[in-house]
């Protein structure tokens, strides 16, 4: 999980409705960075992966980009929550 989540949890829990914008700001700027990542990523490499050989760097560097995103968005959808649960 993504180490911004138990801040999230505890801004949510103490009402600190700042940090929870903040966060979540902080959040939606990292999505963004990843996403410039993946679309120079690809437009640099794509010609270079393979689907049948995928234990190249090339590869694990995208799998891992790839789960850091899945678990920025599970964060992000948890802020958005927290964010309506204390009406911001």
């Not at 949890?9 to 914008?21: M, P, R």
């Not at 903040?22 to 640099?44: E, G, I, T």
């Not at 050989?53 to 929550?81: G, H, M, P, R, S």
Request: glycine share 2%; no cysteine; charged share 30%.
């Amino acid at each position: 999980m993504h180490t911004s989540y138990n801040e999230l949890v505890n801004a949510s829990t103490y009402g600190d409705t700042n940090k929870l914008v903040s966060l979540y700001q902080s959040l939606v700027v990292d999505k963004m960075r990843l996403d410039k990542f993946f679309s120079m990523f690809l437009d640099k490499f794509s010609d270079k992966m393979d689907p049948k050989v995928t234990n190249t760097n090339i590869w694990k560097l995208y799998n891992k980009k790839t789960k850091e995103y899945a678990d920025l968005e599970q964060v992000i959808k948890a802020a958005e929550y927290y964010l309506k649960k204390n009406h911001v």
